[in-house]
């Protein structure tokens, strides 16, 4: 009987270490940041953002809000890539309205992330800066 058959299901993607799963990741950023043009764009203002924090001498609480935003925008923008992608295996070259929409909606998830990184971004380190100069 199929049912009892006590053999585990496996696939050769399966992880077999902690090490492997973690080159598998490191792997998909790569990838994302080698593909996707939005992704590397958002890495370089992350950047800035963490350079302007250390020269701005922002408080622990400051850090773990602007790391958070920079971190959500990222995330977002992989799961907007991998929502694309899986769109376009499913669809191919087709133009169906649902692939649009999922599409659309997962690029609304990186838009409200960005804005909310802005504002954050704004309240910490605008007033330090005016601070520098008035």
């Not at 590397?40 to 609480?61: K, M, P, S």
Request: glycine share 2%.
């Amino acid at each position: 009987m199929a049912l009892k058959d006590k053999r585990k299901f496996t696939t050769k993607w399966k992880n077999h270490s902690f090490i492997q799963a973690l080159k598998h990741a490191t792997d998909g950023i790569r990838t994302v940041y080698k593909d996707e043009r939005n992704f590397r764009f958002d890495c370089w203002a992350g950047l800035l953002v963490v350079i302007a924090g250390f020269l701005l001498h922002v408080t622990n609480n400051e850090w773990r809000s602007l790391l958070l935003a920079v971190f959500l925008v990222l995330a977002n923008e992989a799961w907007n890539t991998v929502i694309e992608n899986i769109v376009d295996l499913v669809c191919g070259t087709k133009h169906q309205l649902p692939a649009k929409k999922a599409k659309d909606i997962a690029a609304a998830a990186v838009l409200l992330s960005s804005f909310y990184a802005i504002f954050t971004a704004a309240m910490i380190l605008l007033p330090k800066i005016w601070h520098l100069f008035f």
